[in-house]
C-alpha cells in the first residue's frame, strides 16, 4: 500500500513539473530594405547581381507560459 502511494506521489509530481516548464517559442524573420537606387539600377543591367536588397535576421522569442 505504501508503495502504491509512493508511485502515485511521485508520477502526480513529475506531471506538475513537467507541466510547469513548458513555453512558448515563436520564430520571426525580420526582413529590412538595404539597396539604393543605383544598385537596383546596376542589378537591372548587369549579368553578374551583387545586391539582393534585403538583409533578414532571424529572432527566436522564448517566452514561459504564465497560469491563470
Known sequence: ?????????????????????????????????????PQKIHNTFSKHKHYNGTKTKHVVKVEKVKKP
Do not use: H, N, P, R
Open 1 to 37: 500500500m505504501k508503495k502504491k502511494i509512493a508511485l502515485l506521489i511521485m508520477v502526480m509530481a513529475i506531471g506538475v513539473t513537467t507541466f510547469a516548464q513548458q513555453v512558448v517559442v515563436k520564430k520571426v524573420d525580420k526582413e529590412k530594405k538595404t539597396t539604393s537606387i
